[in-house]
């Protein structure tokens, strides 16, 4: 599937419409397998310091062995999805090798039930069919139990590949999506540069001066405002932000500063941070 296909235009609570990157099914799957091989490595760590401690204590019960290796699992995979979600790179690390993060799909900030929603939901689309066909395979269960397992597995696993926003249950109880990360930008060495320069020519400092309020505000006066008009907000923001204009126009010059700071701000709204206005800080 194409770039474009992949993108949404996202309009947040203040108006502004951000154009933003939904995950594939192909790299949120990936994602997942990096998770489950940490989760599995992890508990099998575990599991050996534990057997170890069970045989030096005398103790080698199988069944007890498998318990607290159900009940662990459990605890761990719960706490690792939701510890790294909750986090402000709102992503676990196989979300951050493969470059997504999940993200709130009305615009505000990820909110702590929502990643616990989303994660509780992976429990029945996952997790539980999956625990399911390994004990029917142990205790020999008749064999209508595995298919119906299959069936409840497959019916959640392929439902990103039948909706456009590639959302899984969990995201459509929840009101998340998985999203591409941007990609941070390696700030130069300080001796050569104190202010890294963002496009356009405009430092960080310069585009945090203003926030969605005066984005909204100035992509209006970009669209129906005068000469005489945009004469005098090219003015007033180059004096605010200490600015030397180099455009052939006010108008290219508040073109290029809002493609700037829209840009700084839909990087900080996928990492969970929003500036209402100048005043938000």
Not at 38 to 46: D, E, K, S, W
Not at 77 to 97: H, Q, V
Not at 111 to 139: C, H, Y
Request: overall charge positive.
């Amino acid at each position: 599937m194409s770039a474009a296909a992949m993108e949404r235009m996202l309009v947040t609570p203040e108006g502004v419409p951000l154009r933003l990157g939904v995950g594939t099914v192909g790299a949120r799957f990936g994602a997942l397998l990096i998770d489950l091989a940490i989760i599995v490595g992890a508990m099998i760590v575990l599991t050996i310091a534990a057997l170890s401690t069970f045989f030096a204590i005398g103790q080698s019960s199988g069944e007890l062995v498998l318990v607290i290796w159900t009940l662990g699992m459990f605890l761990f995979r719960n706490a690792y999805f939701l510890l790294f979600e909750m986090s402000p790179r709102a992503a676990t690390p196989g979300k951050r090798i493969v470059g997504l993060r999940v993200a709130s799909r009305d615009g505000g900030r990820l909110r702590p039930e929502a990643v616990f929603t989303r994660n509780a939901l992976r429990e029945l689309e996952l997790f539980l069919p999956i625990t399911v066909m390994i004990g029917a395979g142990a205790r020999g269960v008749d064999g209508w139990i595995h298919l119906a397992a299959v069936m409840w597995c497959l019916v959640f696993v392929l439902l990103p590949v039948f909706n456009r926003d590639k959302l899984r249950a969990g995201d459509i109880v929840a009101g998340t999506w998985v999203l591409t990360a941007p990609k941070p930008r390696l700030a130069r060495d300080l001796a050569e540069e104190a202010a890294p320069a963002a496009p356009g020519g405009f430092t960080e400092a310069q585009l945090d001066a203003y926030g969605v309020h005066e984005l909204h505000v100035l992509e209006q006066a970009l669209r129906t405002a005068d000469r005489a008009t945009l004469r005098a907000i090219a003015q007033r923001i180059a004096a605010k932000i200490e600015h030397e204009r180099g455009f052939e126009s006010d108008r290219e010059f508040l073109a290029a500063y809002y493609q700037a700071m829209r840009g700084r701000l839909e990087s900080g709204l996928l990492m969970g941070r929003r500036r209402r206005d100048k005043h938000d800080r």
